[in-house]
């Protein structure tokens, strides 16, 4: 995620986006505990307590530690995550849908404890290509699930990689580690490759500079990692779509025809499996 950028607008709304909704899920998390819990049974009718003389029952659930360490940080900083208040809740929608349930992040930043509490009780995984900053982040938030990773590719060579298009390795479905495609990241920590992923977001790396990595082979791998999954179907978020690098690639390797909406710079992305006995084309 582009953490080093200037604060986006709407602070307090940032704020208190955030905070309601991890209080709101908390909320629920304590109503359904509190249902769920079994009634007392009567052993016999002249056991029973009357109404009139019942003492009230109450039952105590911890908050968990993430949950309250995300609430206390967003309290308390004035850092505020670099999306706008519309394009997080674009991913909070589907979140509250499917959590918990297996999320990526592209890039790891000041705002990645929101996601991991939004995604309570799922894995949320983060891949950063700056150690020294992954190292910070960690040390603030150490019980995020981050992994450092390489590209080798820059931001000069997008116009070249775009017309990879037209090359049947990159468009063939199959095992990203597998893929004779230039554009697939192959080199990414095994936690990828072992997960069907039901949200992927596409937030890095850095791709404002020409000398940058570019989101390229981000963009094109999480697509790729979409339509390999054996069923189900997989929401895709590439930010900064106002750049030229994730306008044109996820149009061409995430397919307008499976864009969903698009809020500011957030497009939200729904790639159906491709697997096995699917006859779809690479887009619809």
């Given at each position: 995620m582009a953490t080093m950028k200037a604060k986006v607008p709407n602070y307090l709304n940032l704020k208190l986006l955030i905070l309601g909704t991890v209080l709101l899920f908390l909320i629920l998390l304590l109503l359904r505990s509190n249902s769920s819990s079994p009634a007392p049974t009567s052993t016999s009718q002249s056991s029973q307590i009357s109404p009139s003389n019942a003492l009230p029952t109450t039952s105590c659930t911890k908050i968990p530690q993430s949950?309250?360490?995300?609430?206390?940080?967003?309290?308390?900083?004035?850092?505020?995550?670099?999306?706008?208040?519309?394009?997080?809740?674009?991913?909070?929608?589907?979140?509250?849908?499917?959590?918990?349930?297996?999320?990526?992040?592209?890039?790891?930043?000041?705002?990645?404890?929101?996601?991991?509490?939004?995604?309570?009780?799922?894995?949320?995984?983060?891949?950063?290509?700056?150690?020294s900053w992954m190292e910070t982040i960690q040390e603030k938030f150490p019980t995020l699930e981050s992994y450092h990773v390489t590209y080798d590719t820059k931001v000069t060579q997008a116009d070249d990689l775009l017309e990879l298009r037209r090359e049947p390795a990159c468009t063939a479905v199959g095992e990203v580690k597998f893929s004779k495609c230039q554009l697939a990241l192959k080199r990414l920590p095994s936690v990828f490759f072992e997960v069907e992923w039901d949200l992927i977001m596409v937030d890095a790396p850095t791709g404002w500079i020409p000398e940058a990595p570019g989101r390229m082979g981000a963009i094109y791998t999480a697509g790729m990692a979409a339509r390999a999954r054996i069923e189900g179907e997989t929401d895709v978020f590439v930010h900064d779509v106002d750049r030229v690098v994730e306008d044109k690639f996820s149009k061409t390797f995430l397919c307008e025809g499976y864009l969903r909406e698009q809020e500011g710079r957030l497009r939200h992305f729904t790639i159906p499996s491709h697997g096995t006995g699917s006859d779809r084309p690479f887009c619809p």
């Open positions: 949950l309250a360490n995300t609430i206390i940080h967003y309290a308390t900083s004035n850092t505020t995550p670099q999306q706008t208040f519309k394009e997080i809740s674009v991913t909070a929608r589907v979140l509250e849908k499917k959590a918990p349930c297996n999320f990526l992040v592209f890039g790891l930043g000041r705002d990645s404890p929101m996601w991991t509490a939004l995604n309570h009780g799922g894995r949320t995984v983060f891949l950063e290509e700056d150690m």
